[in-house]
Nanobody
Framework: QVQLVESGGGLVQAGGSLRLSCAAS????????MRWYRQAPGKQRELVARITTGNSTNYLDSVKGRFTISRDNAKNTVYLQMNSLRPEDTAVYYCNVDIIPIALVTSFTYWGQGTQVTVSS
């Protein structure tokens, strides 16, 4: 069984910073692409950032230059460093990870439980 546990959300003033973490645990053979999504009230969930096994990254246009995604393969953890936060960044943030469990050859996509990020103006 595989679990993703997120941490690091909270309330911050505009211009502030937060760092989200998402740690994968359980029967993991390998981890492939790791992603962060967010969903604001009344809006669709959107992809914020992704990082491949080779550390290639992609970002939502509105967060480029402010957010940085990174991963620590030894800890099975993905991070999202968020700087210069804006009220429009307020959302529930979810990690999303492609994992091949031990004894299986198929990759599955797992979701974290979500963590609330609120940016006040």
């Amino acid at each position: 069984q595989v679990q993703l546990v997120e941490s690091g959300g909270g309330l911050v003033q505009a211009g502030g910073s937060l760092r989200l973490s998402c740690a994968a645990s359980g029967s993991i053979f390998s981890i492939n692409v790791m992603r962060w999504y967010r969903q604001a009230p009344g809006k669709q969930r959107e992809l914020v950032a992704r990082i491949t096994t080779g550390n290639s990254t992609n970002y939502l246009d509105s967060v480029k230059g402010r957010f940085t995604i990174s991963r620590d393969n030894a800890k099975n953890t993905v991070y999202l460093q968020m700087n210069s936060l804006r009220p429009e960044d307020t959302a529930v943030y979810y990690c999303n990870v492609d994992i091949i469990p031990i004894a299986l050859v198929t990759s599955f996509t797992y979701w974290g439980q979500g963590t609330q990020v609120t940016v006040s103006s």
